[in-house]
């Protein structure tokens, strides 16, 4: 079984290479999108005038921190497994009281 602080020390480490990356993609279409040739440039053309339009730039930036989230949910519960939790009845926890 991992240490706490280990698997602590993991989570920061992906989480910053998540944002470090997305920085990193974000930065370099804003840089360079414009001199790509042909379709590659005209949709990072686009998509430089979807990261700076206002509401645009909020919402795509929503989606993507919801994809993120659920991506490293999706993953933590693979490596889980499967969460059976049975709860105990209410009646059987009022007949023992009872005795």
Do not use: C, Y
Request: charged content about 15%.
């Amino acid at each position: 079984m991992p240490n706490a602080g280990d698997q602590r020390n993991r989570q920061i480490v992906w989480a910053a290479g998540i944002l470090i990356g997305l920085g990193l993609v974000v930065s370099a279409t804003l840089l360079f999108g414009r001199k790509l040739p042909g379709l590659w440039g005209e949709w990072a053309s686009t998509l430089i005038g979807v990261m700076t339009t206002p509401f645009l730039m909020e919402a795509s930036f929503v989606l993507i921190g919801i994809s993120i989230v659920a991506v490293v949910n999706h993953v933590a519960a693979l490596r889980s497994g499967d969460e059976w939790v049975s709860l105990e009845s209410f009646e059987a926890a009022e007949s023992d009281k009872d005795k």
